[in-house]
C-alpha cells in the first residue's frame, strides 16, 4: 500500500481542507473500483471452472451459462470503471481549481518581501505546472491506488485457496517487487524536487526574454539570451533524462520478476498437474492471477513515481501556503483628518531587505500637510524604497512610519492604502479599456470623473484624438501607448479616488519639459490640502517644491528649498550641476 501511504502523506496531511467538498468522490470513487477489483478476481475462478468441468466434461451449456457469468461481470465492472472514472475527473479538477484559486489569494495576501523572496517565475510554475501535478495524482489515487495494491493482495489470496505452496511464489515475487520500488524510489525522489526547480530557472529566462525582446534586440543579445536559455534547458533535460533511467527501470525489473514467477508456478504446477494434485484450470487461474499481479505492479511502480513527483510539487505548494505575509492587517484605527499633524512623519526608521544590506538609516523627517515635497538623490540612494513604507508595501525594520500622526500598522490596509494614490516608477497599466484602467481607482467614477483626471494628467488629448475614447483598447501593460502616455494614465488612474496623499515616484521621467510642467500646474489646483511627495531624479522637477528632502546612500543629507540646498548641500549641489553643464540653479 506504497501510493496509498504516500497519498496520505501528501494530501491528508497537508491539502485535506481542499479536498473536503469533494469527500463523497474521494470515498465512492475508490469504493466503484474496488467493486470492478473483485469482479475481476472472480473471473479466473470461474474461467479454471469453464476448463476443469465444461471442456473437460464437454459440457457446452456448462460453458455457456459460466460464459454469460463472466460477461456479466465484465459489464458490471465497467460500469463501476465508468463512474469512477467520472468521480475522479470531477473531483481532480474541481480541487485544482479550488486550490488554485487559495494559491492565488494567498499570494495575493503576501507582502512585497514574501513575493521578493520567492521571485515570480516559481509562483508561476507552482500555480500551474505543480497543481497539475497534484491534479493528475488525485485522479490517479482514485482510480488505481486502491485497486492496485488490492488485486495484488487479493491475487495472493486467491491463489492460496487454490494451493498454499505455489502460492509461495506469489509471496516472494511481491517481497522482490517492494525491494525494487524501494530502490529506485529511494533514489530518484530527490531529483524530482530539482527538476521543478530547474523547470523555475527555465521559466525565468522564458519570461524575461518574452518582456524584455525589444532591449534585447536592440542590444543584439538574442544570441546570448539564446545561450543562457539553451543551457539551462540542455541541464533541465539531462536531470530529467537522469531521473526517466532510474524510473524507467522499474517496469522491465517487474516484467522480469513477474514472468519468472510465472515461469517458476508453470514448472512446479505442471509437476502438481503430473501427480494429480492439481488440475489444468488451477494452473490457468494461478497463471492468470500472477499476470494480474504484474499489471497491478506496474500500475504500482508508475504510481509510485507520481505520487513521488506529486510529492514534491505538495511540498512547493505547502511552502507557499504556509508563507504568513509579514504586513499584518491588524489596524483598528480611523484614518483622521487632523490639520495640526504632519501628513507624513518618519521617526529614526531604519530598513533592510531580506538578507540585503541596510537600505535606510535613522531617517526622520516630517511633511507636512497639503505640502509639496521632493525627494532627491544619486541612483541606490533609498527613495523609491522610503517611500514604499507609507503604504505598509515593507514595515521598517526600525522606528515609526507616521500618517496623520498614527504608525501606519495601526491603520486598516484597504482604509490606508485607499487614502493614498501611488504611482510607481514603472507605469503598470492592464489589458482593456482606458476606462477599465481609470476604474482601478475608484470603481464606482463616472466619466466625468475619469476626464477630470485624464485632464489634469495630461492624458486627455491623446485619449479624445482616439476614435474610441474611453473605451480605447490597451494591450497588456500598455505596449501600444508611448512611455509617456502610459505614465500619464497611470497618473490620471491616481487621480480618480482624490487621496489625500499623492505619491509620485519618478512617475514623469518619460514626459517633456512643458507635459510636466502643465502637469505640476494642474496638481496644485486639483485638490485643496493634497499633499504630494514627488521623487525625481532631475532636480529641475523639483525646483517649485515647498521642501526637498536629499537621501545620500540611505540617509537624509539635508533638507529645504532649492535655493537653500544649493548654497548648503554638497550633494545637492552636484546633481545640480551634473543636470545643468555646470550653469549653476538659475
Not at 476448463?51 to 460453458?63: E, L, M, P, T
Not at 529506485?184 to 518574452?210: A, C, G, H, N, W
Not at 523639483?542 to 528632502?549: E, G, Q, R
Request: net charge neutral; charged share 20%; proline share 3%.
Amino acid at each position: 500500500f506504497v501510493p496509498a501511504l504516500l497519498w496520505y502523506n501528501i494530501f491528508m496531511k497537508k491539502l485535506f481542507p481542499y479536498l473536503k467538498q469533494f469527500r463523497r468522490e474521494v470515498i465512492s470513487g475508490p469504493v466503484f473500483k474496488l467493486v470492478e477489483a473483485i469482479f475481476e478476481l472472480i473471473v479466473p475462478l470461474v474461467m479454471a471452472n469453464i476448463i476443469d468441468i465444461g471442456v473437460k466434461n464437454a459440457d457446452s451449456g456448462y460453458v455457456l451459462q459460466k460464459g454469460g457469468l463472466m460477461i456479466v461481470l465484465s459489464a458490471i465492472g465497467l460500469a463501476c470503471t465508468l463512474v469512477c472514472q467520472y468521480l475522479a475527473a470531477r473531483a481532480s479538477q474541481g480541487f485544482g481549481t479550488v486550490l488554485r484559486n487559495s494559491l492565488f489569494s494567498h499570494i495575493g495576501s503576501l507582502s512585497h518581501t514574501e513575493l521578493d523572496k520567492f521571485g515570480t517565475p516559481t509562483l508561476i510554475t507552482r500555480i500551474t505546472s505543480d497543481v497539475n501535478q497534484l491534479q493528475l495524482a488525485l485522479a490517479m489515487f482514485i482510480r488505481l491506488a486502491v485497486r492496485a495494491p488490492f488485486l495484488v493482495v487479493g491475487a495472493t489470496i486467491m491463489a492460496m485457496s487454490i494451493d498454499m505452496k505455489l502460492s509461495l511464489i506469489f509471496l516472494a515475487v511481491a517481497v522482490l517487487i517492494a525491494l525494487a520500488l524501494y530502490l529506485i524510489m529511494s533514489r530518484s525522489t530527490p531529483f524530482y524536487s530539482l527538476v521543478q526547480k530547474l523547470l523555475d530557472r527555465v521559466s525565468l529566462l522564458t519570461r524575461e526574454t518574452l518582456s524584455g525582446a525589444r532591449p534585447i534586440r536592440a542590444f543584439s543579445r538574442q544570441r546570448q539570451q539564446q545561450d543562457k536559455f539553451e543551457e539551462a534547458n540542455d541541464e533541465l533535460q539531462k536531470t530529467s533524462v537522469r531521473v526517466g533511467r532510474l524510473s524507467a527501470l522499474l517496469n522491465p525489473m517487474t516484467f522480469l520478476i513477474v514472468n519468472t514467477g510465472i515461469i517458476a508456478i508453470l514448472w512446479f504446477g505442471g509437476q502438481g498437474v503430473m501427480a494429480g494434485d492439481l488440475q489444468q484450470g488451477h494452473i490457468i487461474a494461478l497463471v492468470n492471477y500472477m499476470t494480474q499481479i504484474l499489471l497491478a505492479l506496474i500500475v504500482v511502480a508508475n504510481l509510485v513515481i507520481l505520487f513521488t513527483r506529486a510529492g514534491a510539487s505538495a511540498r512547493r505548494v505547502t511552502e507557499v501556503l504556509e508563507t504568513q505575509p509579514s504586513i499584518i492587517d491588524r489596524g483598528n484605527t480611523p484614518l483622521p483628518f487632523d490639520a495640526n499633524t504632519p501628513a507624513v512623519e518618519f521617526r529614526d526608521v531604519s530598513f533592510r531587505y531580506v538578507e540585503g544590506e541596510c537600505e535606510l538609516e535613522h531617517v526622520s523627517l516630517k511633511i507636512g500637510r497639503g505640502q509639496w515635497a521632493g525627494i532627491i538623490g544619486g541612483t541606490g540612494a533609498g527613495k523609491t524604497t522610503l517611500i514604499n513604507l507609507i503604504p505598509r508595501f515593507y514595515d521598517a525594520t526600525a522606528g515609526e512610519v507616521l500618517v496623520s500622526g498614527e504608525n501606519v500598522k495601526d491603520y486598516p490596509l484597504d482604509e490606508l492604502r485607499g487614502s493614498i494614490g501611488i504611482v510607481p516608477q514603472r507605469a503598470v497599466l492592464f489589458s482593456g479599456t482606458v476606462r477599465e484602467n481609470m476604474r482601478w481607482g475608484d470603481g464606482d467614477a463616472t466619466d466625468e470623473q475619469i476626464w477630470e483626471a485624464l485632464e489634469v494628467a495630461q492624458a486627455a488629448g491623446f485619449v479624445r484624438r482616439h476614435k474610441d475614447g474611453l473605451n480605447m483598447r490597451l494591450s497588456q501593460n500598455g505596449q501600444n501607448l508611448s512611455g509617456g502616455q502610459r505614465q500619464r494614465l497611470a497618473i490620471a488612474r491616481a487621480l480618480i479616488r482624490r487621496p489625500q496623499l499623492l505619491i509620485l515616484d519618478d512617475s514623469m521621467s518619460a514626459l517633456d519639459f512643458a507635459t510636466e510642467a502643465a502637469l505640476r500646474k494642474a496638481l496644485r489646483g486639483f485638490k485643496e490640502g493634497m499633499t504630494v511627495i514627488l521623487v525625481s531624479q532631475r532636480a529641475a522637477a523639483l525646483k517649485t517644491a515647498d521642501s526637498i528632502i536629499v537621501l545620500d546612500d540611505g540617509e537624509v543629507s539635508g533638507r529645504g528649498t532649492h535655493d537653500e540646498l544649493f548654497e548648503s548641500n554638497a550633494v545637492y549641489r552636484e546633481i545640480v550641476l551634473s543636470q545643468t553643464g555646470g550653469a549653476g540653479h538659475a
